[in-house]
Nanobody
Framework: VQLQASGGGLVQAGGSLRLSCAAS????????MGWFRQAPGKERAFVAF????????YYANSVKGRFTISRDNAKNMVYLQMNSLKPEDTAVYYC?????????????????WGQGTLVTVSS
């Protein structure tokens, strides 16, 4: 599976962005997907998870209620809708895929990664 993230940019605090992750490969629908982010000088951190069928979703406490992960298996796409953005959301955002259906927040559990897209939230 090859992944390509897009949709990042500069937005004011309180604004919204929607990130997209395009996947190649006919087996995309069998992978669980996650979004992670990495701020300057910090480790890569879990943001959101969605199961292969889209039924189960999980979020980091810091984004719960503001971010929504979704997927469209017919289009091989995963999305991250980000609302009420805060300056602390500034980071490079990555989409990632893992085999199986078990929920995981650990980056090491994800085998395939996109290249990242930068989100900058100004105060």
């Amino acid at each position: 599976v090859q992944l390509q993230a897009s949709g990042g940019g500069l937005v004011q605090a309180g604004g919204s962005l929607r990130l997209s992750c395009a996947a190649s490969g006919r087996t995309f629908s069998t992978y669980a997907m996650g979004w992670f982010r990495q701020a300057p000088g910090k480790e890569r951190a879990f943001v959101a998870f969605i199961s292969w069928n889209g039924i189960s979703t999980y979020y980091a406490n810091s984004v719960k209620g503001r971010f929504t992960i979704s997927r469209d298996n017919a289009k091989n796409m995963v999305y991250l809708q980000m609302n009420s953005l805060k300056p602390e959301d500034t980071a490079v955002y990555y989409c990632a895929a893992r085999s199986g259906s078990v929920y995981s927040t650990g980056p090491q559990e994800y085998r395939y990664w996109g290249q990242g897209t930068l989100v900058t939230v100004s105060s």
